[in-house]
């Protein structure tokens, strides 16, 4: 009998799947901690976020004050606080290599950059390479400092507000306040820039690192980059790079990440060529102040330029 | 025993037998002979109040039978009368112990007491079977299952014993020698014995024999004399 | 009547005759337990199943058999069943409409399935760890309590992933992860399951690797360099088969990580209205995914399961019937073999209700023992079910 013999074979079957387990609905989204802890992968992000949620969350930025935490790796018992958090703050833009290769609960995960993935700005300098026969691929990078392009940022900021307020419904009123003043300090931020931009934007500039790209497309400026670190002073290799990049762009300003050394700021001098600090500020500002004070510090700077040299 | 003006019919036939008067000694030993077929074992049936005569009168051990009802009957005959049968019927699912100790164990009419027990064990010493007590029947030889069937006869120490040809399927000598212990046990223990067989080279061994055509009178129904 | 006497005979002869004695309880008992055992194992198999099914609202997967998508995605047998995307099941969580849970369950370790999933599979099916942690980055497994038992390994230990097939030259290479954590025995295939973050399990599938960075590799292993900077490699370069600190920067996937395979992937909708939305989106003519309700499946299932149940219980009803049968003219010959002796315990005196008690003591016996067989299998099944239900399903 063809059942009876289908049967003998689904009902072992049926028996080795036996499973226990409670029912549960289908949105556990709601964070039930009062004081629920909030990861973040660089200061602006926890800049934001402490803006944002107030006295409502803890909000842990982890990386270490004297690194970029765009290279940081944490250790295993630091991610295994980011996999513990109520909600974890990705910056996206393929921030932080090692969210990449972590293991975060995409359930309290925000990529506050998913928003605008399309603007994201590729980086073709990876060497490109094969196995054996199979297709030739790179290592193609994006761009990550989205949030020195200010409109991005405060969609960054939007991002975490709406987090905020869906995981903690119960004070989404105060979060969407809180994110409705930074986004006035940010707009401001954005207008400043783009006013003193217009000034500006017929200057070749050079950058010491890789990092204004979004800012550079944001306000229209024309930046060229080298890989410069501000405590270090350029030898003379690096001088003749930048000699060689002159050709093509004749820039007579170079924005430093940090406050450079002195004897990097006459050496460029003596080529005609000013220095003027725009702080990305990717980690927690050294002098106790804040990224907004930091950006407006960026923006006063940079007034420099408009006078000349 | 005693048996007076007994008249007795299988339901349903028309021939049945008539028994004027037969009675017995205590310790008597009584042999009946008579052809196949001719009562014999009703006869016994009907001393024992297995079978019931339509009028007359039996008595043992001054009791009549015929006044009892059936249960009554069940339990005197259980406790006074020694049966032993036509190839002894012990049950082979018994050991020879327990098939002696049988009568004790289907009637709440005796007791199996230690004293049974001595009785048994006593009854297998005189019959020379205590060495086969743990034994089952269908192990032992027709001799052995005989005196097995003589002591659970006895056990119950009954005032008669009805014997129906016990001695049918044995040898001549054998025969000879079975009846030889019937008759000594019987009288060892004051018993009175009757015992129906059709074979007369047994008669010498018994006090007194009678032909069983000399004893009964043929009736037919509806023509009773 | 003699009870104690009629009793003592009754028990000499059936242990005399206690081969058939014993046979006719055994067929008894089996033909009365049989069909219990059937009917009680389907009910527990169907409880167990509907409860991890009714847990799980929605289940997103190829097109295909309906049934083989719910045992890949909740009991993670059935590993050859077809792909979807990951941005196909991403994009059920695009509009905010739902959450899910990805599941790629398709190759072994040690025996045991490895799953690809995310963080949110603890929660969402309230695993808590016995020892250690969470799956903290590429390369690392949690296992399951009763492969952590089996294997006799724990957290800091290593597994190795079998390889698909012996010699795929194509690059299912074995693993060798890092356990991070063993989960509470909870019973049912989260205790049989190996679990890992599903871009490990891409790894696992060749989709991913980590290798000697192909510029400072040696001269004599490139085999060549285009103008575009572009270096090809030979098959000699250092593949890793661990991850490990030093090397997990080297790890990189081939092609866009969007269009990497997941066997299914668990869809938890915010709310019915979202979830009824959702379906509808593939009740199209010729959907190239399908989202299931596995709670529904398993009601198609269980209709096929009962009808089959009721056909074997119909077929062991008319064997206990035959055994039934055969059981009462047994009792009637045995029976008419004893009539000489019955008829002579009547002749020497035996109480008629001894008799009577006597005729009907091997019936009764072999009944009330068959019954009373049957009565402690039956207690025994239900009281140890989970027991060897568990044992089973390893």
Known sequence: ?309 | MRLRNLDFHYPGQRFGLRVPELSTDDGETLAIIGPSGCGKTTLLRLIAGILVPSSGEISVADQKLTELDERQRRAFRIANIGMIFQDFELLDYLSARDNILLPYRVTSALTLDDRARDRCASLAEATGVTHLLDQRPTDLSQGERQRLALCRALVTEPKLILADEPTGNLDPENQRRAVELLCDTAKKRNATLIMVTHDPSVLDAFDRHIALPDLVEYTQKGNAA | ?394
């Open chain 1, 1 to 309: 009998m063809k059942l009876s013999f289908t049967f003998l074979v689904v009902l072992p079957g049926l028996v080795a799947l036996i499973s226990c387990d409670s029912s549960k609905d289908g949105s556990p989204r709601a964070i039930a901690s009062a004081n629920p802890v909030i990861q973040t992968v660089n200061y602006p992000l926890a800049y934001f976020a402490e803006r944002i949620a107030g006295d409502n969350a803890e909000i842990i930025f982890a990386a270490p004050a004297d690194g970029d935490p765009a290279f940081w790796k944490p250790s295993d018992d630091e991610l295994s606080a980011f996999q513990k958090a109520d909600l974890i703050i990705l910056n996206g833009a393929t921030y932080a290599k090692w969210t990449t290769t972590a293991s975060l609960p995409s359930g309290r995960t925000v990529d506050t950059s998913a928003g605008f993935a399309d603007k994201f700005i590729s980086v073709t300098e990876a060497t490109t390479h094969t196995h054996g026969d199979g297709e030739a691929h790179a290592h193609a990078g994006t761009a990550f400092t989205t949030w020195l392009d200010f409109s991005l940022a405060k969609q960054q900021a939007k991002a975490i507000a709406d987090a905020l307020s869906e995981r903690l419904p119960d004070r989404a009123e105060t979060f969407q306040k809180n994110f409705t003043t930074l986004a006035v300090d940010l707009d401001s931020l954005d207008a400043d820039m783009m006013a003193l931009a217009k000034k500006i934007s017929d200057q070749p500039l050079f950058a010491s690192h890789p990092v204004y790209q979004y800012w550079s497309r944001a306000y229209g400026l024309n930046v060229d980059a080298v890989h410069w670190e501000p405590e270090t002073v350029p030898d003379t290799g690096a001088l003749n790079e930048l000699i060689k990049k002159s050709v093509t762009h004749d820039g007579i300003w170079m924005i430093w990440e940090g406050e450079p050394a002195a004897e990097s700021i006459e050496k460029l001098q003596q080529r005609n060529i000013g220095s003027v600090v725009f702080d990305p500020c990717g980690n927690r500002p050294e002098d106790g102040s804040d990224w907004l004070a930091t950006m407006r510090k960026n923006l006063a700077n940079l007034e420099t330029l408009t006078s000349g040299q």
């Open chain 3, 1 to 394: 009547m003699n009870f104690a006497g009629a009793f003592h005979l009754g028990l000499c002869y059936l242990r005399r005759h206690r081969g058939k004695t014993v046979l006719l309880i055994a067929a008894i008992s089996l033909s009365l337990i049989l069909p219990f055992a059937v009917a009680h194992t389907v009910r527990l198999a169907e409880q167990h199943l509907r409860s991890r099914a009714d847990s799980t609202p929605l289940v997103f997967g190829a097109v295909g058999s309906e049934l083989e998508l719910v045992f890949n995605s909740l009991y993670f047998t059935k590993p050859d069943i077809n792909s979807v995307t990951a941005s196909e099941a991403e994009t059920l969580s695009a509009e905010g409409m739902s959450r899910i849970i990805p599941i790629h369950a398709r190759f072994s370790a040690r025996g045991f399935p490895v799953i690809g999933t995310s963080l949110d599979y603890f929660d969402f099916r309230q695993l808590t760890f016995s020892s250690g942690d969470a799956f903290i980055r590429l390369g690392d497994c949690v296992l399951g309590a009763k492969v952590a038992k089996e294997l006799g390994l724990g957290p800091g230990d290593h597994l190795i992933t079998t390889p698909d097939a012996l010699f795929d030259m194509a690059g299912t290479f074995p693993l060798k992860m890092r356990i991070t954590g063993v989960l509470a025995a909870v019973g049912g295939p989260d205790d049989n399951a190996v679990f890992a973050d599903t871009r490990t399990s891409w790894v696992v599938a060749g989709l991913a690797h980590g290798h000697q960075d192909a510029a400072s590799t040696d001269a004599d292993q490139k085999l060549g360099e285009s103008d575009d900077g572009s270096i090809a490699l030979n098959a000699a370069v250092v593949e890793y088969n661990e991850v490990t600190p030093d090397n997990i920067d080297s790890f990189h996937f081939h092609g866009d990580s969007a269009d990497f395979p997941l066997t299914a992937a668990i869809v938890l909708p915010h709310d019915s209205r979202a979830e009824t939305l959702l379906m509808g989106r593939f009740t199209g003519n010729e959907p190239s995914a399908q989202l299931l309700r596995p709670r529904s499946v398993m009601d198609d299932l269980f209709d096929t399961v009962f009808r089959i149940r009721d056909l074997v219980l119909l077929a062991l009803g008319a064997v206990a019937l035959a055994a039934a049968t055969i059981a009462i003219l047994v009792f009637a010959l045995s029976n008419r073999l004893r009539t000489r002796e019955f008829q002579n315990l009547e002749n020497l005196g035996a109480d008629p209700s001894t008799v009577r008690f006597l005729v009907s003591f091997e019936a009764t016996f072999v009944i009330l023992s068959s019954l009373a067989i049957t009565a402690m299998v039956v207690a025994i099944l239900q009281l140890t079910s989970p027991l060897w239900l568990s044992t089973f399903s390893a």
